[in-house]
């Protein structure tokens, strides 16, 4: 999402460097290719005071989003994220391009802000719950990807970033999940 300005409303998103995106946007348009898109929005709501943790873990919230310019109302951060990538990419001229999540970790289970194991088994099962949905700009399955499969303790960095795994290093599961969905 780094790649990414004003993404409230949606309909606002727009790519921070034009010169750089436009020719990726139209060679994926020429090509019939989807963008690739890492959606956290662990790290929105992690670096933010304005957002509601339901609202980040699709869970029911006072917080709802309706978009002035197309009357499009979220319920959750990701749809919103999402979409405003999907925004993005219709002013760089590839509003046929498609975005497929390519990873989403969603949420950490320990060592930061609202990191907890039931907040990233919340944010995960309701992840795979909702991808059969899709977006309000873009009703129906999306393809999204989970990050990570194991908890990665020995790596560098911030600590929450060891923690977004759905397995322990043991292989043992760090919370149950369905991956049938609802």
């Known amino acids: 999402m780094d790649a990414i300005d004003n993404t409230s409303p949606p309909s606002s998103g727009v790519f ?22 890492n959606v956290y929005p662990y790290f929105a709501y992690e ?10 873990l699709f869970q029911p919230s006072s917080t709802t989003v309706t978009d002035p310019a197309n009357g499009l109302v979220y319920t959750n951060l990701f749809d ?25 970790g969603g949420w950490p289970s320990a060592d930061g802000k ?3 194991v039931d907040n990233a088994r919340t944010y995960n099962q309701n992840l795979i719950n909702h991808a059969g949905k899709g977006t ?31 397995f322990n290093p043991d292989k043992t599961p760090v919370y149950p999940i369905n991956f049938a969905g609802n």
């Not at 995106?21 to 989807?34: D, E, R």
């Not at 670096?47 to 980040?56: E, Q």
């Open 16 to 37: 921070k460097d034009p010169a750089a995106m436009s020719p990726i946007v139209q060679f994926l348009a020429g090509n019939g290719a989807p963008l690739l898109a």
């Open 80 to 104: 919103a994220m999402v979409d405003a990538v999907r925004a993005a990419l219709d002013k760089a001229g590839g509003g046929g391009v498609d975005v497929v999540v390519s990873e989403t």
């Open 47 to 56: 670096f933010s005071d304005g957002i509601d943790l339901n609202y980040a």
């Open 136 to 166: 309000p700009r873009k009703p129906g399955a999306m393809e999204v990807y989970v990050f990570a499969m194991f908890n990665e303790d020995q790596k560098d960095g911030d600590p929450t970033e060891k923690k977004f795994g759905l």
């Open 114 to 116: 609202g990191a907890t």
